[in-house]
RNA sequence: GGCGGCAUAGCCAAGUGGUAAGGCAGAGGUCUGCAAAACCUCCAUCCUCCGGUUCAAAUCCGGAUGCCGCCUCCA
């Protein structure tokens, strides 16, 4: 597949170091307080990646890792007066919770960084062996950036540029500006480990070249846009000093997720967890909504889009339940049937997975199945053909796919009837239905429609269309749905 | 200020040299007591603007404008 690369800035070949293997290591979350939609956005895009590779019959091992001792950690525990350790396993639980709920699989390893702080350690004195780093009178280890001739190689950045932005908090001991701190001595009531430097913390960056360390050289490493500078320019900086290797060969980075245009973040406090959006949609749809568009673009998210969203689920998963109706019947004609369409659903079928192998283009790949649903709608309504073998084998083929976008997408692989009722449910309870209340007026209608009074029933379809409860009479007598 | 990204219909969104996928909304039609749902059909001579390269550009190059991100913790 070709992947797009950050370190070259173009789409490459994706070829693991070892033939059939892939190592994948994707920065996981600090935990010191509940995901938004960001971070499921980001997990989502690293899932699928993962996901995708291993249909191709690659062998992947994937490693997220958790940050469970840093400054955010510490301030949260002395903020709601509890222990940094229950914090970080509250938020890593909490992690897994809603991360479960949106079907992300669970990564081959979790390390977490209090579990590496010997191997923090023993990094921090080999950069000092080799005088790539430097320890402080008050117990700082610091990575000298000048050591390291490729800084800047991943973000574009060199260090004469940063100097000018580059700045020195207070009570630092930097022998250069652009310096950052591998160990941090630690201050009063703050977490410690014993280390030759004396009580102290690991930095952030270090954390992750510690835990990456097993599983070099990486075929991927990934992370959020953000992180690209300067957390992942200074992985490379410690651990290519420190081993002389290559720490990964693709840089995978994922867009954000915006509120009006403008990231949504911590710091500008406008970010929805996923439990709030939870509370009012099906995790599937967040699923189908962050993946109908491309990994590295911009996403906005809005209640509006959801809703669309929702909408358009519910299309496919219509025509997945009509197709099984068709199925089930075992009456196929042997009529002539036009190649075109044959030949139509076999290239949306390889069209789908085409689009995923060109930088998972997860976008595009809907796109594709969208194209298919409209096929099979299509087939479903020609009296004559959808009952001819043609269009079974087309049927087929469609299931068929949804299997495909079920195990890579993880999309569309509910059964129909169980997610429509699920849906249903979900909206009933976003617009606030008082159901039995439905339920009588349905009752009453049902009774002017049996005399034939249809200025009563209408009247009555109109007050539970003012309700936002749209009705439609079927043979099999009354429905009812939100309307929208 | 430095570095980087993006700009496609009312909205969302694919498309990286060969003449604009898909979704939502909308219009007309079939169906219906009327509706709704479903299905069918239609809906960008054109891809922010200005130049250039080419037989050919939304796609490549240069410039302009606008928006966003990173440079401090951040998926």
Known sequence: MKLYNSLTRAKEDFIPVTPGK???YVCGITAYDLCHVGHARSALVFDVLVRHLRRSNLEVFFVRNFTDVDDKIIKRAHDDGRD???VA????RCFHEDMDRLGVLRADAEPKATDFIKEMQDLCERLLRENKAYATASGDVYFKVRAFPEYGKLSGRSPDELRAGARVA?????HDPLDFALWKSAKPGEPFWESPWGKGRPGWHIECSAMSAPYLPLDIHGGGLDLIFPHHENEIAQTEAACACTLARFWVHNGFVQVNAEKMSKSLGNFTTIRDILERYLPETLRFFLLAKHYRSPVDY????MDETERAQRRMYHALAEVDVALARDAWKALPFPSDRSAEAERLEDAFARALDDDLNTASALGHAFAFLKLVKSLLDDKKLRNSEGARDIFLRFRRCAGEWHDVLGLFGAEPAVFLAELRNC????GNIDTAAVETILERRAAARRDKD???SDALRDELFAKGIEVRDTPQGQEWDIAG
């Open 22 to 24: 892939v190592n994948i």
């Open 84 to 86: 940094w350790r229950e």
């Open 89 to 92: 396993e509250t938020y890593m």
């Open 170 to 174: 207070p009570g630092e001991e930097k």
């Open 302 to 305: 809005s209640f509006d889009s």
């Open 427 to 430: 909206r009933i309870t976003r």
């Open 454 to 456: 249809f200025a009563a």
